[in-house]
């Protein structure tokens, strides 16, 4: 059993174009929302992102352009993911990168997205801090975590999940607070 918190937490993944950098436009978006009392809820979006993907990313993700032609762009989805995250702690497994491009993409539709930030990989070296690697792949692959849909947005939010989760039973709430970064 998970330890209850006091505070909201949103596990995010997504999956992009792939491209330049910051030249990425959202495919997929994940988010498994956990308030104070640890339950879930799930928002999960396929986007059209009104942009190719590039060949590297359809092979890694099995997404392609075709299968989301007629599936909202980001402007159609962005007050939902807005409200869906309020007032809660914005968690991904390298969340740098996550929110720089949802940022991003928010910004393109006129809307200021803010969130507190926890990275997962930060969490994990002080949870587990004798692995060699800390790639959510590898990672949780040695700690006996299973991966459905790898390389998928709610595939690899659902292991952000039970990787945060074992992170939460190892850690107090205060020394995860200590990671919490205002932006």
Excluded: W
């Amino acid at each position: 059993m998970v330890k209850e918190f006091k505070i909201k937490y949103s596990i995010i993944d997504i999956e992009t174009t792939g491209g330049k950098f910051d030249h990425e436009k959202i495919t997929e978006i994940a988010i498994l929302r956990i308030n104070e009392k640890n339950k879930v809820d799930v928002l999960h979006r396929l986007i059209n992102p009104m942009k190719k993907i590039q060949p590297f990313v359809e092979k890694l993700t099995r997404l392609n352009n075709k299968m989301l032609e007629n599936k909202p762009i980001f402007s159609d989805v962005a007050v939902e993911i807005q409200d869906f995250t309020k007032n809660s702690i914005f968690v991904a497994h390298n969340v740098n990168f996550d929110y720089r491009v949802l940022r991003k993409e928010f910004k393109s539709v006129g809307i200021e997205f803010s969130r507190k930030t926890l990275c997962t990989i930060k969490l994990s070296r002080k949870a587990f801090p004798l692995e060699k690697s800390y790639g959510l792949g590898k990672l949780t692959s040695r700690i006996g975590i299973k991966i459905n849909n790898r390389h998928r947005a709610i595939g690899d939010a659902e292991a952000t999940l039970k990787l945060f989760n074992m992170i939460r039973e190892k850690l107090s709430e205060n020394d995860i607070r200590e990671y919490i970064k205002e932006c």
